[in-house]
């Protein structure tokens, strides 16, 4: 894990926000347009053949996964519940499952309780009426953030996995996320891609897709979630959005 001041120097971190409110410098924003382009571009002829003829890289479907059911996982469910419109709240199990998918076919190790708690929270505080943000955090991932690490370290983690959560949660409106900041956040940020863009979603078995699809549905998402990111941009100039 990189130190604390380096840390406060990657957009996006939990410590960045702090220093910076969620402010992007105009070195940031050239820096995010740069990552976004260069991290697109080697996905451009995969994306094109799952477009155009239906490719994708699984041979198989995975087990359908069952989502944490601990203390925790719920009371972070019932949190997202609360405050979200039925096509958010399967947004959010959709960037979570995705998220797990994409880890299980690679073989990667992670938190499955960290990464479902960022999954359902890391758009909570978009939502209308939402009041746990100071007028300064410019950026709707902080009181989010805040808000899932809370549930964490309500139900008993430490310090040390609450921040897994956390960290998801502030990251995740980076163009891309290095495993170094940690692999939650990592695959939490991709889950959000897929489901917002599609990108990598030929790394998804079409079964586990159907399945996923059946499970939380769409909902005309992308129509209705427009009104949440305009609404955002406008009140907090220099945000991620």
């Not at 070195?27 to 053949?49: C, D």
């Not at 502030?170 to 897929?194: C, H, K, S």
């Amino acid at each position: 894990m990189p130190t604390t001041t380096d840390l406060s120097r990657r957009v996006g971190t939990p410590q960045w926000c702090q220093r910076t409110n969620g402010v992007l410098s105009t070195a940031e924003k050239l820096q995010a347009i740069g990552q976004s382009l260069s991290g697109t571009a080697p996905l451009m002829v995969p994306y094109l053949r799952w477009r155009l003829a239906g490719w994708y890289r699984p041979s198989a479907p995975l087990p359908e996964p069952t989502a944490p059911t601990s203390e925790v996982c719920q009371a972070a469910h019932a949190l997202c519940s609360k405050w979200s419109p039925e096509f958010m709240v399967n947004h959010c199990v959709r960037t979570y499952s995705f998220a797990r998918l994409l880890a299980e076919h690679w073989g990667i190790d992670f938190d499955d309780e960290a990464l479902f708690v960022s999954g359902m929270l890391h758009d909570v505080s978009l939502m209308p009426g939402w009041t746990d943000r100071e007028p300064h955090e410019r950026c709707f991932t902080i009181p989010a953030g805040r808000a899932a690490r809370n549930v964490c370290l309500d139900g008993g983690w430490s310090e040390e996995r609450a921040y897994k959560a956390e960290a998801a949660v502030t990251l995740n409106p980076n163009a891309e996320v290095a495993r170094d900041l940690g692999i939650e956040a990592y695959l939490l940020n991709l889950g959000v891609l897929v489901d917002a863009t599609g990108i990598r979603l030929w790394e998804i078995h079409p079964d586990d897709l159907t399945r996923l699809l059946e499970r939380a549905p769409r909902l005309q998402m992308k129509r209705q979630i427009v009104e949440f990111v305009h609404t955002e941009a406008d009140a907090h100039p220099g945000c991620r959005f």
